[in-house]
């Protein structure tokens, strides 16, 4: 069972205030270990602990004369100790304190990614379940095919947020880790036990081995699971943008009472909404390509990975909270035209069965494969170019005189045939 950060939001997360209370939540559990070897006074840790505050402008003032975050970061908080400010930081290196703090920031925000995406799939799933036998057609290369349900599609959107899920949640347990292995990860100046105990303190798990930083394979793994759920979102916004075109018109996204669509035509319901997701997807999976960049770095460690994660990391956890937030109201208000997915259903005037008389001709009445696709497939061709059913013209060609009554023929033009199985589908899923 993984811990909540329910009343996180990505913005306090990722805030410079918040960066730099994880960077204290590190020293002070540092401080603590050597404490417990004797190496710091308990008083000196408790005078840390009551007094190791931090200003973020005294930060940046700081910062702009060293031109070293850390250093400016510990700097500060010694100003504010006193003379046991000495023991803070003690036998560390920066990425000793950055990774293992990072490591928490990410944790923090795959928690909040994997909470918020779990109510989102319940909406899910109840609105598939709304529409589990509601008739719709079932479109390959863009072209009707087959009877479907507008339920079972949503379960298919439900069934790969599952998938994401699974890889938020391993992506979450590659990242739990944390390093205090020093400059080349030899641990010559802070030994191994020291890097448990803070570990240990802090929800990490210790790397078992490291140069001066966690190797960037883990972030890689992180950005990859999270741009795949933006992959995700993306194919559902553009499944409802094809739906909403009016040709189609089977789904629309929520519209406002007082929305306008646009300057020039006040007739105009764009989904604005979906195509956004779809911009923002794009966005995101370039950010998993940065971080797979970040992973060969110069020998131990070099910097060139460092400005790319100060954008990457907040602006990818952003978009993917603000998409998971616009997706679930478009799953909850999602405007479904019931009559239209029937009418459409239709439009093609039976093509849809053509598969199923296809196999009725094989296995019913022992027509060979090729002699049964040449008659189907010839109506088929004439029904596309003329007014006539589908039917009719099965029922009037002398190929087929004799061999099936229009009865039997219509008896296959029945879509409820195609959904004898909605429900055992939805038994795997069932919550």
Not at 46 to 55: A, L
Not at 63 to 81: K, L, Q
Not at 85 to 105: E, K, N, P, W
Request: charged letters at 25%; one cysteine or more; proline letters at 3%.
């Amino acid at each position: 069972m993984i811990e909540r950060y329910t009343t996180e939001t990505m913005e306090r997360i990722w805030s410079d205030k918040n960066k730099y209370k994880v960077w204290l939540d590190v020293e002070i559990a540092v401080c603590k270990a050597w404490s417990e070897k004797g190496i710091i006074p308990e008083d000196a840790v408790k005078d840390i602990e009551n007094n190791g505050t931090f200003s973020v402008k005294r930060i940046n003032e700081i910062e702009n004369e060293v031109h070293h975050d850390v250093i400016a970061f510990v700097t500060n908080v010694a100003e504010n100790v006193g003379s046991n400010g000495r023991y803070i930081h003690l036998g560390l290196t920066s990425s000793d304190v950055i990774d293992t703090a990072s490591s928490i920031m990410l944790k923090q925000s795959l928690e909040h990614v994997i909470s918020k995406l779990e109510s989102t799939s319940k909406d899910l799933f109840s609105k598939a379940e709304k529409y589990k036998f509601l008739p719709c057609v079932g479109r390959t290369h863009g072209v009707h095919a087959e009877p479907l349900t507008f339920g079972l599609k949503l379960l298919s959107w439900y069934s790969q947020l599952q998938r994401d899920r699974k890889r938020l949640i391993a992506a979450l347990e590659e990242i739990s880790y944390g390093k205090l292995s020093g400059a080349v990860g030899t641990y010559a100046h802070c030994p191994p036990d020291v890097e448990k105990s803070v570990c240990d303190s802090l929800g990490l798990n210790p790397s078992p081995i490291t140069t001066q930083v966690l190797q960037r394979d883990r972030h890689a793994q992180v950005l990859s699971a999270v741009s795949i759920l933006g992959c995700s979102i993306e194919r559902f916004a553009v499944e409802i943008r094809h739906l909403q075109r009016t040709e189609v018109l089977e789904v629309m996204e929520p519209f406002g009472k007082k929305q306008k669509g646009s300057s020039a035509m006040p007739h105009k319901k764009n989904p604005i909404i979906c195509e956004r997701l779809t911009g923002m997807s794009r966005l995101l999976r370039s950010y998993s390509s940065a971080a797979m960049e970040n992973i060969a770095l110069w020998h131990e460690r070099d910097i060139s990975h460092s400005s790319v994660e100060r954008i990457i990391w907040p602006d990818a956890f952003n978009l993917i909270d603000y998409m998971l937030d616009k997706f679930r109201n478009i799953v909850k208000d999602m405007v479904v035209q019931e009559e239209r997915m029937k009418k459409n259903l239709e439009m093609t005037k039976g093509l849809v069965y053509s598969q199923r008389v296809l196999l009725q001709l094989v296995e019913q009445f022992s027509m060979k494969r090729e002699d049964a696709y040449a008659v189907v497939q010839d109506n088929a061709m004439r029904c596309w170019d003329g007014d006539n059913h589908f039917l009719d013209l099965l029922s009037s060609d002398k190929r087929l005189a004799g061999l099936i009554s229009k009865e039997e023929l219509s008896s296959l033009f029945d879509y409820n045939y195609y959904y004898r199985y909605i429900n055992e589908i939805f038994d795997r899923f069932l919550l």
